[in-house]
């Protein structure tokens, strides 16, 4: 792959016939920390196929703020994604990982006039607004951005919501482009997000459908950015493929091919979710005894070395549940804190057990490691970055033509 030089970042190799789980068990005998582990170069490639296959229109935006380990950000860059980023900070990594300004939308409507200025001094032009102190703000640090007007819209079937903190009513939309136009602003498009983890593909066409009404009363918009919201889990309610047929087909009806409008996304669970693999340490057990249905029973108490305030805010009470013919035990997990807020999991069934095995959970790539504090002084989880290989003729047929660098990546077995 043309751009990516492991060499650049601190990445491990696995060795030949050894498996990515052989590494972690290496890694956690090393150490006794909490450890992510990122296959990073084949699930960020496959997810970049898959995009690319299934939406064919949409150039996606990597959304930074989901997970901005130096080697994500690198692979993405080099397959030629672009990035949203939502601060300074953002920007100023994507730039020092050599992402061009270009490739860059500032994707925050609400932005320190600071941010602004370090936007505009380092070429970043793209970037989103949907109130009228912001649109002031922007006049007075970037008069020349081009600007992305995001409206509400229905996030009711989002895991996580966003729309009453962000985006503009359409109601508001003919308001707003007008102050825009007083200040000598430049509007360039529209942007929403249907909330993260979105359960219903119809979010995305009704979105869409808003959007043109803002394209309709305005002259000259010629971008159209569909936001996140897509799982990066495989196993997720809602299948990616379906809700892309989705998209296809509002975007053939609303802003048909030669409509002249780009369309963009930003997806960040998307991209990263399956791509991280953590493993938390059992520190501490306690068994109490509870009645269920009138017979008293053991349950667990573990506490493990992440949690709330580490990489795991996200996943609380996500129901887990493992596999297996022996008996198992309802389990209460808790963080390391002294917060009993810092409970991941009330009810999950286990095997039992001991202080010191290791629990690892899969697709904790999106919103973990980049949330983690230090919090009573827990260290945050290490990420170790595992290149794996790609299988020439697997999953690497892309339909799309403009995937720069591909085939590079394919034949590395
Ligand atoms: N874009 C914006 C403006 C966001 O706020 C978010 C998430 O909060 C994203 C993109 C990424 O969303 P997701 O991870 O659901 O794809």
Known sequence: MDGFDPEQYDVDFLDRGGTVHDFIDNKIKELSLVVSITTFLYNLVKKYVIWCNNLPRVKPFYAVKCNDTPTVIGVLSALGTGFDCASKAEIQLALSLGVTPD???????????????????????????????????????????????????????????????????????????????????????????????????????????????????????????????????????????????????????????????QIIAEPGRYYVESAFTLAVNVIAKKVIMEEAEGVPDRVMMYYVNDGVYGSLSFLINDPTSAEGSERRYRSVIWGPTCDSLDKLTDSCLLPELQVGEWLLMDNTGAYTVCLATDFNGFEKAHVYSLKTSLHRGTTCTCRHKDVPGLLAAAPES
């Open 103 to 261: 490739r860059i939308i500032y994707a925050h409507t609400i932005k320190a006039e600071s941010h602004i200025k370090y936007a505009r001094t380092h070429g970043v032009q793209m970037m989103t607004f949907d109130n009228q102190e912001e649109l002031s703000k922007i006049a007075r640090c970037h008069a020349r951005a081009k600007l992305v007007l995001r409206i509400t819209v229905d996030d009711s079937k989002a895991v996580r919501r966003l729309n009453t903190k962000f985006g503009a009513s359409l109601d508001s939309a003919g308001r707003l482009l007008q102050r825009a136009g007083e200040l000598g602003l430049d509007v360039v498009g529209v942007s929403f997000h249907v909330g993260c983890q979105c359960t219903d593909s119809r979010a995305y066409r009704q979105a869409i459908a808003d959007a043109r009404q803002v394209f309709n009363i305005a002259v000259g918009l010629s971008l159209l950015d569909i936001g996140g919201g897509f799982s990066g889990n495989e196993n997720f309610k809602v299948k990616f493929e379906e809700v892309a047929a989705t998209i296809n087909l509002a975007l053939d009806d609303f802003f048909p091919v030669g409509c002249g409008v």
